[in-house]
């Protein structure tokens, strides 16, 4: 196992990655302030590792409670129904809930966990690749509204993660595949030593081999707890971290939020990205291609249906939470392992990079 | 006007009180960091005030948005109401709400800020005294749950607060009333000094004095804004503003929080809790006399009524937030102006103090 530290001060954690924690009882309790605890997850990772959670647990004889697994959980309704069983239940401000399961489970787990009593103690477990190296780090919480994804939440930091790789086991491969989207993402704002790495042993992660899982988790996990703790609240770096989400959340939000995962719609949105860095003459033609080769190459799509379209995305795009002030903000790169955020787009460039990524251009 | 700094270090801020501080355009600009403002009311203070406070706003041109008055708005469904018209009219980051109403529109209105795009800056406008003394101060946000009142919420601090006590001219009687029960509150925990003032001043401030107001709204902040300032998130001192409110909750719940006031129920609390106090051999029987003498005074209930039962309100009680890990924890006084919290009280103590405070006892 090895641990990673969250430097935020008196809101600061570990991050643990290794195989099997999930069953490690004495690393939970070493998290667990009060004597409730509440086992939180979604119907499909519930009948997977719930059970073993639970009993990890014991101690704290933990009440389980589970929704319908998938994005379209991620409601206002939802959590409100959590809140309910909580209160039914008699939880007080001395509650820990643990949070097992993907992005979904935690995002909603740990906006419970921000506002319940006005605050308790959560922990993460995430159980999806994507959870593990991006949403159960950092402190990002909410839910989704009709108008847009997660446009009600919390910044609200965990007591600590568990990232058990052997959860991976049993993620189906696409997945798996979305969850590389964001792996790709931290080689490519922040280091091109990592990323090249990950082109080196693409096959070993989409194999789903351990040693891999666990090599790009850590540094995943170290990339972004760097990141966070120099802006917790996404005053300025923390952007970073968005290289072609908003461009991704655009894309799940013309499609619903239910046809694409949100890895794949990132994969898609970072060859725009790279696209429109290429047109502001930031990135080689090469850079792009390599950039291109691998998300393809991770599986991830790379080419705009047809069914989506231009003027749509751009409408969507315009209403992204990283918009201040009416200024559209953008994550580009200025070079392979170097992001940056950029201002003032024009509409007219981004309509032509959309474009350009068209199936049959 | 008179100012005081609620010391929180970077989230601390002024709090401005004075006459007719409703029109003062440069005072809400001075805490502006953005472009877009929306002004959140009520139907009834939207009715008085929506247009003056719109009116020096109007270098932003704000939006406004209501929702009907009362505690019954204080839901879920409200909140997902505002989220969704803030959404529609495509307020960002950097959106700033301006809370104008008493403490249902405070309360709502700051969770709204606390998590919109995960925390935009809001401004406290509060219209009532409850709301000028008390709950527009410190930062506690949140909304009601079918199973006890502000069960979901936040802390979040505002940018500033503005009580205008000129704003108090249109407050229905019974409603004043109940914001002096908040005032006799800080006396009574700390300051009795001030409370000695509000025996002498009672009749000024019932009739609406302005210069009593300043004064009891001043002094009440002041000493709340100590207790936030040394205790932000009630992790020990700040449990002391809650005394009479365990109890108060309690009947609030049991009468579906349509019958009694927020600070009928704290007078009628702080009776109980101070029968509590003498019970417990901590104040003696001329102490207990003075206090329920001047919750009596300022026209606050201080008899159950018959229809309200005691093991209804002793399992209200076990479920109130300030419960932590099972302890039941309450606030009563060593003193008349020294409150202090204690555990473990008996439910057979807690049943004998309610039923001595019933109509005819």
Chains 1, 2 share one sequence.
Not at 100 to 108: E, P, S
Not at 169 to 180: C, K, N, S
Not at 329 to 351: F, M, N, Y
């Amino acid at each position: 196992m090895k641990t990673l530290q969250l430097d935020l001060g008196d809101r600061g954690y570990p991050i643990y990655i290794g195989s099997d924690l999930l069953d490690c009882g004495a690393l939970y309790a070493k998290h667990v302030r009060g004597r409730q605890v509440v086992l939180v997850s979604d119907s499909t990772v519930s009948a997977l590792y719930g059970r073993r959670v639970a009993g990890a647990l014991s101690d704290f004889q933990p009440v389980s409670i589970t929704f319908a697994a998938g994005e379209s959980s991620k409601t206002l309704d939802t959590y409100a129904r959590l809140a309910d069983e909580l209160i039914d239940r008699r939880c007080d401000r001395g509650v820990t809930l643990v949070a097992l399961g993907g992005g979904v489970v935690g995002d909603i787990t740990g906006f419970l966990a921000a506002t319940y009593h006005r605050g308790v103690d959560f922990i993460q477990v995430p159980t999806s690749l994507l959870a593990q190296v991006d949403s159960s780090v950092g402190g990002k919480t909410g839910v989704n509204r009709p108008g847009g994804k997660n446009l009600l939440g919390a910044f609200y930091q965990p007591r600590c993660v568990l990232a058990d790789t052997g959860a991976l086991r049993t993620l189906p491969r696409r997945e798996l595949v979305a969850g590389v989207a964001e792996v790709i993402k931290y080689g490519l704002i922040a280091d091109v030593e990592f990323l090249s790495w990950v082109e080196q042993h693409i096959d070993a992660l989409l194999a789903g081999d351990d040693s891999a899982l666990q090599h790009a988790v850590y540094h995943s996990c170290r990339i972004k707890a760097d990141v966070v703790a120099a802006d917790e609240r996404e005053a300025g770096r923390r952007a970073l971290l968005n290289l072609g989400h908003t461009f991704g959340h655009a894309i799940e939000a013309a499609t619903g939020y239910s046809e694409w995962l949100h890895g794949e719609a990132v994969g898609l949105g970072m060859v725009m990205a790279a696209q429109l860095s290429c047109r502001m003459g930031k990135l080689d033609g090469d850079s792009v291609h390599r950039i291109v080769s691998l998300i393809e190459r991770a599986g991830l799509p790379v080419r705009l249906p047809a069914s989506i379209g231009t003027a749509d995305l751009l409408r969507l795009m315009a209403g992204d939470k990283k918009v201040l002030d009416g200024r559209q903000r953008l994550v580009v790169l200025d070079a392979v392992g170097q992001g940056v955020v950029v201002e003032g787009v024009s509409q007219g460039l981004l309509s032509e990079v959309i474009d350009g990524c068209r199936e049959g251009n």
